[in-house]
Nanobody, 116 residues
Framework: QVQLVESGGGLVQPGGSLRLSCAAS????????MGWYRQAPGKQREWVAS???????NYADSVKGRFTISRDNAKNTVYLQMNSLKPEDTAVYYC??????????WGQGTQVTVSS
């Protein structure tokens, strides 16, 4: 069973930065497609960014140019560097892993609050 544990969330002022981490059990980060989603209060969960096993990255238009997804295969960890944060980035951020065989896994989420 794959387990994903997020960390790095918190309270930050508008314009600030945070780096989220997603530690995965087992050596899956280099094999699975990994991604980040977020869910704001009263809204549906939305895709934020993803990185394929071939290191192709994609971003939602709302975060393009501000967020960067990366991974460290040796540490089995995926990161989301978030810069120039806005109040509308406030949400619970979830790590997601998609197996080449189909199963998908979610972390428990980490809260990000952008407020002055």
């Amino acid at each position: 069973q794959v387990q994903l544990v997020e960390s790095g969330g918190g309270l930050v002022q508008p314009g600030g930065s945070l780096r989220l981490s997603c530690a995965a059990s087992g050596s899956i980060v280099s094999i699975y497609a990994m991604g980040w989603y977020r869910q704001a209060p009263g809204k549906q969960r939305e895709w934020v960014a993803s990185i394929t096993s071939g290191s192709t990255t994609n971003y939602a238009d709302s975060v393009k140019g501000r967020f960067t997804i990366s991974r460290d295969n040796a540490k089995n960890t995926v990161y989301l560097q978030m810069n120039s944060l806005k109040p509308e980035d406030t949400a619970v951020y979830y790590c997601h892993a998609l197996s080449p065989l189909g199963p998908r896994y979610w972390g428990q989420g980490t809260q990000v609050t952008v407020s002055s």
